[in-house]
């Protein structure tokens, strides 16, 4: 069964860093595109980072320079490294696996950071 369990939300300071993990299970992980969002209550789940089965990332353009996305295929595991983080970084922060052109998506549970003072 396809599981995507995410770790690492917390809560943490402005100016501070975190690390969230997503360890895949039920998938051929080294095929997959994987990504983070984020969401707010009220708003629509936005993307933070991607990268494909080829590591390529990519970033919003909200986190560039801050936030660093990588990925362990041994490890079935993608992970998103948050730097600098700010107080508009709070959310709930979820896991994505996907391949493209396919109905191949799946999500996990999320995780909640929260930056405050």
């Known amino acids: 069964q396809e599981q995507l369990v995410e770790s690492g939300g917390g809560l943490v300071q402005p100016g501070g860093s975190l690390t969230l993990s997503c360890a895949a299970s039920?998938?051929?992980?080294?095929?997959?595109?994987m990504g983070w969002y984020r969401q707010t209550p009220g708003k629509q789940r936005e993307l933070v980072a991607t990268i494909t089965s080829t590591n390529i990332p990519n970033y919003a353009d909200s986190v560039k320079g801050r936030f660093t996305i990588s990925r362990d295929n041994v490890k079935t595991t993608v992970y998103l490294q948050m730097n600098s983080l700010k107080p508009e970084d709070t959310a709930v922060y979820y896991c994505n696996a996907f391949r493209l052109g396919t109905a191949y998506n799946y999500w996990g549970q999320g995780t909640q950071v929260t930056v405050s003072s």
């Open positions: 039920g998938i051929i992980f080294s095929i997959y595109h």
